[in-house]
């Protein structure tokens, strides 16, 4: 027995070891990059998932941004509105005014005194006239100072233009329209 050749046997197992040895080194090679594409492709589910997402988001926003653009436009719409009727309530809460304006003009020129011009700006309020003497103007400025529909009479100037056979003086008066206070409550 000392004479059998054990090395055959052992080069055989030595190549089958090696065989499987590459075989598992293959198989595991394949198992990595079966592993490495799953993780690719799993990694990629995520990031499209998540452009998905941002996509619908940028979306969302844009349409929000649209819906504010809007609300911006109805609120400039409605401040217009409000300003038209604010002018259209103002215009009809001083259309009485101009009667009572007149009616009080009337009333306080004095007799011997003319207005020749009537200039309204706003409340303010710019005469121009004639009057027999420069009494009668200061007549008409009293009359003025006692009327709750005018104040702040202020005569700007007043002058004799006329021949010297007519005693008239022009003059400019300047005053303000107001509203009596139980008129503003109505």
Do not use: C
């Amino acid at each position: 027995m000392a004479h059998i050749n054990l090395l055959p046997w052992r080069e055989k197992l030595r190549k089958q070891r090696q065989r499987d040895f590459g075989l598992l080194i293959l198989f595991a090679l394949m198992l990595t990059v079966a592993g490495m594409g799953y993780w690719h492709w799993f990694n990629q589910s995520l990031i499209d998932h998540q452009h998905e997402r941002n996509r619908f988001l940028e979306n969302e926003i844009a349409n929000v941004d649209k819906e504010i653009r809007e609300i911006r436009n109805l609120e400039r719409t409605r401040q217009q509105l409000i300003s038209r009727m604010k002018v259209i309530e103002d215009l009809q809460i001083s259309r009485p005014q101009i009667v009572h304006l007149f009616d009080e003009m009337v009333t306080v020129v004095p007799d011997g005194a003319v207005l020749t011009e009537l200039v309204q700006s706003g409340g303010a309020l710019a005469l121009t006239g004639r009057a027999q003497s420069n009494a009668r103007v200061s007549t008409y400025m009293r009359n003025i100072e006692s009327s709750p529909w005018l104040s702040d009479p202020r005569l700007q100037i007043i002058e004799d233009k006329t021949p010297d056979d007519i005693d008239d003086s022009t003059f400019k008066l300047n005053l303000k329209q107001v509203v009596p206070k139980a008129e503003e409550a109505q």
